[in-house]
């Protein structure tokens, strides 16, 4: 079956720990996507990346960061400079060419809370 | 910026009755249009995907307009039933390659 997976399903954060969420996907996607999702808000994205080896910021991306070594993972760490962690992850994949088409694709999410 | 909108935040209809659940966004220069559905605690699952040359996408229950002019777009769901509370996102496409702005949701409630 092809999609994307995320790892944990539950993570807890100490203060002052950082902590990296997986994002896995077999969809053969470029673009891979990390967004957070508050209570009563929309998504808000954090990084994206369009290729390996590459990725931009997104509209909220003080005390994250991401690497894309490989094009099925795109795994997010947050760090202890993010003030703010708890909220529930969202990792999405796109073909990332041919706009039209771009479809975009979730993985089951992660819920961080910083204990 | 692109913004989008839903309105309303929730709604409550009984089983059997039409949803009808509103997008609106700012810039019309938009590539396409997903719908998508979100359950408690999931993952974000696409319904349709509405490119800007169409004006409407069908699947089974579910029928998605696109008025670009406007900046509207409107998700009709046929005969509601109880499976169908769910919270309903809708997300532009403003960049060719994937940047997408989604709306914060409507909170669909269908009672027995």
């Known amino acids: 079956d092809g999609g994307i997976t995320q790892s944990p399903k539950y993570l807890f954060r100490k203060e002052g720990q950082n902590v990296t969420l997986s994002c896995e996907q077999n969809l053969n996607h470029d673009a891979m996507y990390w967004y957070r999702q508050d209570p009563g808000q929309g998504l808000r994205l954090i990084y994206y990346s369009q290729i390996v080896n590459d990725f931009q910021k997104g509209d909220i991306a003080e005390g994250y960061s991401v690497s894309r070594e490989k094009k099925e993972s795109f795994p997010l760490t947050v760090t202890s400079a993010q003030k703010n962690p708890t909220a529930f992850y969202l990792c999405?994949?796109?073909?990332?060419?041919?706009?039209?088409?771009?479809?975009?694709?979730f993985g089951p999410g992660t819920r961080l809370t910083v204990l | 910026k692109q913004e989008v909108t839903q309105i309303p935040a929730a709604l409550s209809v009984p089983e059997g009755e039409n949803l009808v659940l509103n997008c609106s966004f700012t810039d019309s220069a938009i590539y396409n249009l997903q719908w998508f559905r979100q359950d408690p605690g999931k993952g974000l699952t696409s319904l349709l995907l509405i490119q800007s040359s169409q004006r409407e996408q069908t699947s089974g229950r579910l029928n998605a307009s696109l008025d670009k002019s406007s900046g509207r777009s409107t998700l009709y769901i046929a005969a509601s039933q109880p499976g169908d509370s769910a919270t309903y996102l809708c997300?532009?496409?403003?960049?060719?390659?994937?940047?997408?702005?989604f709306g914060a949701g409507t909170q669909v409630v269908v009672t027995p």
């Open positions: 999405a994949s796109s073909i990332g060419t041919s706009g039209l088409y771009n479809e975009q694709f």
């Open positions: 997300a532009v496409l403003t960049d060719s390659w994937g940047k997408f702005q």
